[in-house]
């Protein structure tokens, strides 16, 4: 079993666009989080959502929004999408640090604004 | 704020043979989590161990151990036997305790060569 899936696994789309990204979690974590992966294959965090509330937002501009129907999911919407959206994504959960602290990523989704 | 700093960008090894990634990090906390992560060519990103910060014994998981100097903030993993398979991105992360940010390094690039 797949304990962070994301879909898709790529999208390919234009600029302009609004599209989202999906992430589920099957660990009964508590937080999640949604990491930019650049070029250099450098992860920057982007948002964590903890019980559904909202505690890390990194200066990501208002144009990606997180969205999180319940505690097993946290998708990224992005509006009017630009060339340097085009990045992987990755999600990610971890239990709080009082029970467990590694993180567990999805497998990534490779975003490309043409 | 807490950095990470991984000073190899890319290392070659031929297979058989071991090798050290290096990681430092900075940080004014006295309680946290140390981490390795192997990223592969599919993007899925992999836990490859982890280190509290108040255990002075190297943690080690079948190959890979580390070598953790708390003094010099020095985080390092040593892949002993080194696989083909073991070809990927290492990336060395922090954590602090009763945090949810997880800080990563950028990331050494590891070919294990036939």
């Known amino acids: 079993d797949t304990a962070v899936s994301q879909t898709p696994k790529y999208l390919v789309t234009q600029m302009g666009n609004d599209k989202s990204i999906k992430c589920e979690q099957n660990l009964g974590h508590d937080t999640m989080y949604w990491y930019k992966q650049d070029s250099k294959k450098f992860l920057k965090i982007m948002f964590s959502?903890?019980?559904?509330?909202?505690?890390i937002n990194e200066t990501v501009p208002n144009r990606f929004s997180p969205k999180s129907p319940d505690k097993a999911h946290l998708n990224l919407h992005i509006n009017s999408l630009e060339l340097g959206d085009s990045a992987v994504y990755f999600c990610a959960s971890s239990q709080t640090v009082q029970v467990n602290t590694e993180a567990f990523f999805g497998q990534g989704t490779r975003l490309t604004v043409v | 704020a807490q950095t990470v700093t991984q000073s190899q960008p890319e290392m070659s090894v031929q297979e058989a043979e071991t090798v050290t990634l290096s990681c430092t990090y900075d940080t004014s906390e006295n309680n946290y989590y140390l981490f390795w992560y192997k990223q592969p060519p599919s993007r899925q990103m992999i836990l490859v161990i982890r280190?509290?910060?108040?255990?002075?014994q190297n943690a080690t998981e079948n190959r890979f151990s580390v070598n953790f100097q708390k003094a010099a903030k020095s985080f390092s993993l040593k892949i002993s036997d080194s696989q083909l398979g073991d070809t990927a991105m290492y990336f060395c992360a922090f954590m602090k305790r009763g945090d949810d940010k997880i800080i990563f390094g950028k990331g050494t690039r590891l070919h294990i060569l036939p």
């Open positions: 959502y903890n019980n559904k509330e909202l505690i």
């Open positions: 280190q509290e910060a108040y255990k002075q």
